[in-house]
């Protein structure tokens, strides 16, 4: 054997070595982490009032990745991540849940498309709210409240954690200097009548899960960016270690913890609904068969294109 094809079966070893490890690779095997159902519906029923009655989203930016860089093992099939916001109908005006982000934010992350209108009425939404909530505090997640054009009004509806405060420092945001001061939380604690926040810290060390309980019973656990895809929770596999453990580092261990957690929980209760962050082709058409829909201001659009 020549030195060069020796030197190409080396190299290609090595590639094969990187792309598993990197885009591959599931983690360490490691225990589901238990979430209490009961214990949710107890925290969800524990607050007198009138439960959520329907649950509305905005997809503000897409763009199209490799599904392997936000679910390891998938494969380099191009995939839609959207940055959605959600909408939890309430007697009280509303529930916000990760409320967009700016368009120059968008673009500097690489979204290649980005609707102002979807923003303006996410902030719409944002006036309106009893509530604001997050699931954590990265740009994507949070940029949509502190780059609000009507700041001081709205800053007082956010419910932030002590944890995510740091996060939310770490951005640098003009308007993070007028947030009034974090709450601590239980593991489990309800912030409204059927909504209840889940500490789950992973993704990143203050991230939470929002379990809500409609008024027809209907339930949901909104996952954040530990499950980015619907596939990190069936397979279950994290992200990609290029992602977790290089761009955008996170405690791949814990997410997989949740994610096994969050497997076992929905093969127990088919009925509840597992809501990812970023995954643009569950949302459209699952979340509808699920009860989320379209907000209706944004659906004229839609259909017109
Ligand atoms: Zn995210």
Redesign the pocket.
């Known amino acids: 054997m020549g030195k060069i094809s020796k030197f190409m079966i080396v190299l290609l070893a090595v590639l094969g070595f990187a792309y598993y490890w990197l885009l591959v690779n599931a983690g360490p095997q490691v225990p589901a982490r238990r979430i209490d159902l009961g214990a949710l519906r107890k925290a969800a029923d524990g607050m007198k009032g009138d439960k959520p009655t329907a649950i509305t989203f905005a997809t503000v930016a897409m763009r199209d990745v490799p599904g392997a860089a936000l679910a390891a093992g998938t494969g380099l099939r191009q995939i839609t991540s959207a ?1 959605t916001a959600w909408r939890i109908e309430t007697p009280e005006g509303g529930i916000v849940i990760d409320p967009g982000i700016s368009e120059v934010d968008a673009r500097s992350m690489g979204f290649e498309a980005y609707s102002p209108r979807a923003q303006q009425l996410v902030n719409v939404w944002m006036d309106r709210a009893a509530m604001i909530l997050f699931t ?1 505090a ?1 740009i ?2 949070v940029g949509g409240f502190l780059d609000h054009p009507r700041f001081k009004s709205i800053e007082g509806k956010a419910v932030v954690s002590e944890g995510m405060m740091g996060n939310i420092n770490a951005l640098w945001r003009e308007n993070a200097r007028l947030l009034h001061a974090p709450r601590k939380f239980a593991a489990i604690e309800a912030v409204a009548p059927g909504v209840v926040l889940i500490q789950t810290p992973g993704h990143t060390p203050a991230s939470e899960m929002i379990y809500v309980r409609l008024a027809s019973g209907r339930e949901y656990i909104f996952a ?2 530990t499950a ?1 895809l619907a596939a990190n929770v069936e397979i279950p596999t994290p992200r990609s270690r290029l992602l977790a453990d290089w761009l955008v580092p996170e405690d791949r261990s814990s997410v997989m913890g949740w994610l096994k957690g969050l497997k076992a929980l929905k093969k127990e209760h088919e009925g509840l609904v597992i809501v990812p ?2 995954d643009a082709e569950w949302v459209m058409p699952k979340g509808p068969e699920y009860g989320i829909t379209l907000a209706p201001e944004l659906r004229k659009a839609r259909t017109t294109k």
């Open positions: 940055i954590h990265h994507d997640h954040g960016d980015s962050s970023h």
